[in-house]
């Protein structure tokens, strides 16, 4: 199954991390847009070019002690068709690399709407005979709150082409428990949603004891994680919320197993805009992502288990 993998690369590296991938044009240092824009112009295509670039950058820096990046789709649409290729390109280069791609596009629907959106990330398409690959990612976020129509067209691709997904569950912000803190029958909305996770995931199940279907527990809720990670045992999490949302490691502990796995904890601006706080020259960038990826390993494999299989 497609954590498999994702676990077996945690393991290689030591690091149960994965860097987001959501450039803004003020995240980008000044020498890659003047490049950028004076070959392409104040263009859509000039500013999909600088995140392009600035992609390559962090994925060069960081993908031999991080095993995933996470580029979240919303940062790319905004760009348009021009954005839609640097997220296409993002991936592949990721992939080349050897890293394991999650693509945060957190799609809901249902029926053939549903398959195409797994179609489009995760599967391939059938044109004339010939078989293309839209997106090519690993793993898709998706929302599970349409029930099992929103849910079972993905399971078929999971297992055919070795992809996962991740269900939101218990979500990072602030709000998120004005509908998922209320409770059916006195279980809390979200508790229901990770033993729906569960069992969506019981014909997927991998070597390592978690299946294709994960979902998304944020660290900014403590006490939730290490309350799912027993509801849900076998059930991968992806763990927004560290760093500059408030999560520390010391939260995002609970998520784990009794081997350091289970879990995989994102962080995206904080890497991104490392050589900002750094305050080294742009030109190091990368070298500062690197730096924060690093410590950012530390300071989580500080709080759990030893990772092992």
């Not at 994702?6 to 890659?32: F, M, Q, S």
């Not at 392409?40 to 950058?57: D, M, Q, S, V």
């Not at 019981?202 to 998304?216: H, N, P, R, T």
Request: glycine residues 12%.
């Amino acid at each position: 199954m497609s954590f498999d993998r994702l676990i077996a690369r945690i393991v290689e590296t030591g690091n149960p991390t994965v860097v987001g991938l959501d450039p803004k044009l003020d995240y980008i240092p000044e020498h890659i847009k003047e490049a950028a824009f004076q070959e392409h112009g104040n263009t859509l295509r000039g500013a999909a070019e600088a995140f392009l670039a600035f992609n390559k950058g962090i994925i060069d820096a960081v993908c031999d002690i991080v095993p995933a990046v996470k580029p979240q789709c919303a940062y790319y649409e905004m760009l348009g068709y021009e954005g839609m290729r640097a997220l296409y390109e993002t991936i592949q280069y990721a992939k080349s690399r050897g890293m394991f791609v999650i693509i945060d596009g957190k799609r809901n629907d249902i029926g053939s709407t549903m398959e195409a959106y797994a179609v489009a990330h995760l599967g391939e398409i059938s044109i004339n005979g010939a078989v293309a690959e839209p997106f090519g990612g690993d793993a898709l976020t998706v929302n599970g709150y349409l029930g099992t129509d929103g849910i079972k067209p993905l399971l078929g691709i999971c297992n055919a082409k070795d992809k996962g997904i991740f269900a939101l569950v218990k979500t990072s912000n602030p709000s998120s428990g004005e509908l998922q803190d209320r409770e059916i029958d006195g279980e809390a909305v979200y508790s229901i949603m990770a033993g729906m996770c569960e069992a969506w995931g019981a014909e997927s199940m991998g070597q390592y004891g978690y299946s294709a279907v994960g979902a998304v527990v944020g660290a900014t809720y403590p006490a939730q994680l290490a309350e799912l990670r027993k509801k849900a045992p076998h059930t991968f999490f992806l763990v927004p919320g560290y760093g500059a949302q408030g999560g520390t490691a010391a939260d995002v502990a609970g998520a784990f197993d009794e081997k350091g796995l289970g879990a995989i904890v994102n962080s995206s601006r904080a890497i991104l805009t490392a050589w900002k706080k750094q305050n080294v020259p742009g030109e190091e960038y990368a070298a500062a992502a690197r730096n924060e990826a690093i410590r950012m390993r530390d300071d989580i494999t500080q709080y759990i288990p030893k990772i092992t299989l």
